[in-house]
């Protein structure tokens, strides 16, 4: 029997909120922390807690950067203060701050000992925003400097989500449509619009359903673009279902809607 995995994405999808449903599915979390701590990158720490988001309880994961390793054009993906929350684990890891581009990106995840499966879908991921870069920019795939992905957090983000979903041997996919804010994000060049051009292009390229919300600010991240659009394999949800597990992994950011991305294991009868 299929492993169906449904994602609501009610307020949009990130990197850090899928891989939180996730684990709030099921994924064990020293699992997850041993394969990462494969790869060969440095300066950061993940706290993996319980939080509240308005009033629901959700899985916080949160991969944190020592300040030289910041890439300060992103600040503004997480200007959001957190909720207060409890940490269940972490783990640390000391740095040397570096450019990165899609080559360099590969090398770091087949170097490290994931499985084969993991590796293939986070180069796959990395693949599609890279693209969507080079086009937003105008240049080569192999000019592109990523701003968000190249970042050590959305690394860690991607592949820990390609360590989830190969761990849940997840089979099908379903993500009917992804919810957007409105408005503008600052980035180097200045103010952007929403969605910002890298979500843009991988949703012509992919087909994602994008529906827009009244909720201003950025609610799709690239990266959950990207994840969406490297292991979706449907937009439609079968007419009859039973839902056998739900996970539910919360965002940084605070909305008028709860910020969260529903995770759920479903059976069709």
């Known amino acids: 029997m299929n492993n169906i995995l449904y994602l609501e994405c009610y307020a949009g999808i990130s990197g850090d909120m899928f891989v939180a449903s996730l684990l ?6 020293n699992y997850l922390m041993e394969n990462l701590q494969t790869l060969p990158l440095d300066g950061y720490k993940i ?40 940490h269940n684990h972490s783990h640390e890891h000391h740095h040397h701050h570096e450019h990165r581009g899609l080559k360099e990106i590969v090398e770091i995840i087949n170097k490290s000992q994931i499985t084969d499966r ?33 970042a050590v957090d959305s690394i860690v983000d991607i592949v820990a989500a390609a360590v989830c979903i190969d761990k849940l041997n997840i089979d099908r996919v379903v993500c009917p449509k992804i919810y957007e ?15 910002v051009p890298a979500v843009v292009n991988i949703a012509i390229e992919h087909g994602l359903r994008l529906h827009y919300t009244q909720t201003k600010g950025e609610l799709i991240t690239p990266t959950g673009a990207a994840i969406i659009a490297g292991i979706q394999t449907e937009d439609k949800l079968p007419e009859e279902f039973i839902i056998k597990k739900i996970g539910i992994g919360v965002g940084k950011r605070k909305y008028d809607i709860p910020n969260v991305v529903r995770a759920m294991m479903i059976e069709v009868k």
Do not use: T, W
């Not at 709030?24 to 979390?29: A, E, P, R, S």
């Not at 991921?125 to 240049?139: P, R």
């Open 181 to 195: 804010g409105q408005g503008f994000v600052r980035c180097q060049h200045g103010q952007i619009p929403i969605p």
């Open 47 to 86: 706290e993996i807690s319980r939080v509240k988001k308005m009033a629901l309880d959700a899985c916080d994961f949160n991969v944190i950067l020592d300040i030289d390793n910041h890439d300060h054009d992103m600040n503004y993906l997480h200007s959001e203060h957190h909720e207060a929350h409890h």
């Open 118 to 150: 993991a590796k293939e879908i986070a180069i796959r991921i990395f693949n599609i925003i890279a693209n969507a870069e080079a086009k937003a920019h105008g240049v080569d795939i192999d000019e592109v400097h990523f701003h968000e992905v190249g």
């Open 24 to 29: 709030d599915l099921g994924v064990d979390k």
